[in-house]
């Protein structure tokens, strides 16, 4: 299971948990930054970004080129880099720094989706 900590550019903060369940990504994502605080949940596939699975849930997050050829949708990470896969869709045609990330073409190990045991990443969207 992955908890995902986000802050948008504008400060709104997002709590998503996800864990894969016969093959099937459940998330929910909390909308924290709402009084009161929101929930939703869909069922989701292993193959989406983390832009993608944002925009599942109606949350709007900058991009443009979503081929990890601009830094638009850089988020930088603060905790969990190690849960993440940079190359879930490509490879990033720009060099990053460590703790930088793109979400267009970035999602989350597949293998720390299953079991119980949670997996932290928080982040924050650089650019507007």
Known sequence: MIEFHLT???GAQYRFQLKLEDQILKTTVEFLSKDPVEQKTLDLSTDLSILEIGEQFGIELPYSCRA???TTCLCKVEQGKDNLNQNLLGEPIIDLMEDEFLSCIGGFQKD??????????RAIWQNS
């Open 68 to 70: 990890g050829a601009c």
């Open 112 to 121: 720390l989706l299953e079991g119980e045991e949670k997996h932290v990443v």
């Open 8 to 10: 948008d550019v504008e």
